[in-house]
Structures are given as structure tokens and as C-alpha cells.
């Protein structure tokens, strides 16, 4: 079955520490990837996706993912977090136009 | 539109009750979606139109919800007989010819439906 794990329901950080947004997936063939940020009042904004070719890839506002086939993961990471990162973030992934997304991680951002 | 545009963006409606809510995708996308986000949860698809085809409504719970894209633009998610368990946020998103196949949607801010 298609699925998406996002195992931290929230993460906790210093402002100006790193981040990593830990998402697997499970699909029968090669997907697209996507991470999306829900802020408060807010769609749902593309940070960035994977399709083929580079595994790491760059997105929006300073964040970067990397697929690692082997352990069917798709980690969201930020060197260095600001107050404005605080959100919540979804990992989704894609054959078609159908998205299957995982349950979310709210990120709170510490002064 | 610059983006996609959902209204109304807040609906307390009381059980039984019908419901029409409205998604007016950016100018040119060809694709509109239809999602479900549960309190707690990610999205989950409903239907999916390509111009006015409804192309997928597979992810429709029950005969209860219906969607229609009559002239290829807005679109209207219609529930019938409100339950107190359809009371989620409701998302809509379109994309392009260039981006159709889940090359990347672009969601509106979505409509919250409460059925008390």
C-alpha cells in the first residue's frame, strides 16, 4: 500500500540551530516527492520536490531534502532555523496527480 | 487569479444542512483538486478535474459529496445532509499544463467547515 510516515508529530528548536524533518514513504515505483509548509491561516506552500537526477534538492527559504532510495526517505533539513521556520510541514509523494500526504510535523521555534 | 481562491473561508453549518463551497483555481490551470484535511491529519484526496471532465472522485466518501467544474474554472464541492464527521478543512488546488501529474500544485487557503 501507498504510504507516508512522518514519525515526529512535533520537534522542538533553538532559533539558529539545524533542522531535520524526517519523512519515509512507501510506493511501489520510483514517486515524486514533495515537502509543503502549512502556516497558521495559510495554504499549503511548495518548499521544494523531487522528481529524477540530483537526490538533494533545493527549495524555498533556505531548505534542502535528499532522497535516499535504499531507506525510502525524503528528510527535510535547514542548517539554520529562524522564527518564521515555525509551521507545520508535510511530506508528500506522487505517481500522478494524486498526492498521498503524511500526517504533518509541527515545528515550534525556540527564542 | 494571482492564486487560488477558496470561500468562503469559515462555514459553521448545522447538522442536515447542505453545503456549497467554491474554488476558483489560477487563471489557466487546467487541473483543480479537491482535498480533505482532518484535524490532526495530512490531506487526503477527493476528485480531480482536467478542464470539466471530473477526471477521479474515487477519493469521494459516499454519495453524500459531489463536485462539479461546469465551464473549466471554478469549481463547487456540494455536501449534502451535513454530517458532524464532515467537519474538516476542505483544500483546492490547480496546476498547469506544465505541471499536471503532480508536478506541484498550488493550494488555496482553504474553507473550514464546522457542522454543529
Known amino acids: 500500500a501507498q504510504s507516508v510516515t512522518q514519525p515526529d508529530i512535533h520537534i522542538t528548536v533553538s532559533e539558529g540551530a539545524s533542522l531535520e524533518l524526517r519523512c519515509n514513504y512507501s510506493?511501489?515505483?520510483?514517486?515524486?516527492l514533495f515537502w509543503y509548509v502549512q502556516s497558521p491561516g495559510q495554504g499549503l506552500q511548495l518548499l521544494l520536490k523531487?522528481?529524477?537526477?540530483?537526490?538533494l534538492v533545493q527549495g524555498i527559504k533556505g531548505f534542502e531534502a535528499e532522497f535516499k532510495r535504499s531507506q525510502s526517505s525524503f528528510n527535510l533539513r535547514k542548517p539554520s532555523v529562524h522564527w518564521s521556520d515555525a509551521a507545520e510541514y508535510f511530506c508528500?509523494?506522487?505517481?500522478?496527480?494524486?498526492?498521498?500526504f503524511g500526517t504533518g510535523t509541527r515545528l515550534k521555534v525556540l527564542a | 487569479g494571482a492564486g487560488v481562491s477558496q470561500s468562503p473561508r469559515y462555514k459553521v453549518t448545522k447538522r442536515g444542512q447542505d453545503v456549497a463551497l467554491r474554488c476558483d483555481p489560477i487563471?489557466?490551470?487546467?487541473?483543480l483538486y479537491w482535498y480533505r484535511q482532518a484535524l490532526g491529519q495530512g490531506p487526503e484526496f477527493l476528485t480531480y478535474?482536467?478542464?470539466?471532465?471530473?477526471?477521479?472522485k474515487s477519493g469521494l466518501p459516499n454519495d453524500r459529496f459531489s463536485a462539479e467544474r461546469p465551464e473549466g474554472s471554478i469549481s463547487t464541492l456540494t455536501i449534502q445532509r451535513t454530517e458532524q464527521r464532515d467537519s474538516a478543512m476542505y483544500r483546492c488546488?490547480?496546476?498547469?499544463?506544465?505541471?499536471?501529474?503532480?508536478?506541484?500544485?498550488?493550494f488555496g487557503s482553504g474553507t473550514r467547515l464546522t457542522v454543529v
Open positions: 523531487y522528481f529524477s537526477g540530483d537526490t
Open positions: 488546488a490547480s496546476s498547469s499544463p506544465a505541471e499536471t501529474g503532480g508536478y506541484g500544485y498550488t
Open positions: 508528500a509523494v506522487s505517481g500522478t496527480y494524486k498526492y498521498i
Open positions: 510506493y511501489g515505483a520510483t514517486p515524486y
Open positions: 478535474f482536467n478542464y470539466e471532465a471530473q477526471q477521479d
Open positions: 487563471s489557466g490551470h487546467v487541473s
